[in-house]
């Protein structure tokens, strides 16, 4: 379970959001809405730690993220910027991911799922930003972590990609994971939470 109680951020002299609540437990979409600069990304470092709140807490399982040891381990960020390693293949991209959790076998998947197997062994930096965008999000299938957070995830994306990444995500929370996704655009299929960052200020 997710818990954020009574965040407020400031940037500057300028408020960014003030008394931001919610809850939410396993297989929860919480889809954040506003224009750009309305604070989803920041709220989005926030949650995942990067950033901290002027005040207010965030609670995983019980604990302060702060005091998890769980909660990096369950959380996987795909921010704005699609933050592959350019030089690397895209086979080479996934793999580091696969490695790291241990998720070897669903390499295969993960690349034909987004249509990326036939790039495998091109270096990413060599593709177009959609191509890009779905190696980024090919992660999330070698990375199946309980809570996921993702920053505008259509960006770059074709019509085909964008129903994909809409497919994955409802998926992954019938299967009880959470889904945070900063959108001013995205809609879901699933029951969903949306949370508008005008009502905040």
């Not at 470092?45 to 369950?74: C, H, M, P, T, V």
Request: net charge neutral; aromatic share 8%; with cysteine.
């Amino acid at each position: 379970m997710l818990i954020c109680n009574n965040l407020r951020c400031e940037r500057g002299e300028k408020l960014v959001f003030d008394h931001l609540g919610f809850c939410l437990q396993s297989g929860s979409l919480l889809i954040l809405k506003g224009a750009n600069g309305s604070g989803k990304t920041t709220l989005l470092k926030i949650l995942s730690g990067i950033l901290s709140a002027d005040s207010g807490e965030i609670l995983w399982d019980g604990l302060l993220i702060k005091d998890n040891n769980n909660f990096k381990n369950d959380l996987m960020v795909i921010g704005h910027k699609s933050g592959v390693k350019q030089d690397a293949t895209v086979y080479e991209n996934l793999e580091f991911w696969a490695n790291l959790y241990g998720t070897e076998l669903l390499l295969p998947a993960a690349l034909s799922f987004y249509d990326l197997t036939k790039f495998s062994g091109v270096p990413a930096g060599m593709l177009s930003a959609g191509w890009q965008r779905r190696v980024a999000l090919a992660r999330l299938i070698v990375a199946p972590c309980r809570l996921w957070m993702l920053d505008e995830p259509t960006n770059f994306l074709d019509e085909e990609a964008v129903i994909l990444t809409a497919n994955l995500i409802e998926t992954r929370v019938k299967q009880g994971g959470i889904v945070i996704v900063a959108s001013h655009i995205m809609t879901s299929a699933v029951a969903s939470h949306t949370l508008w960052m005008g009502d905040f200020r």
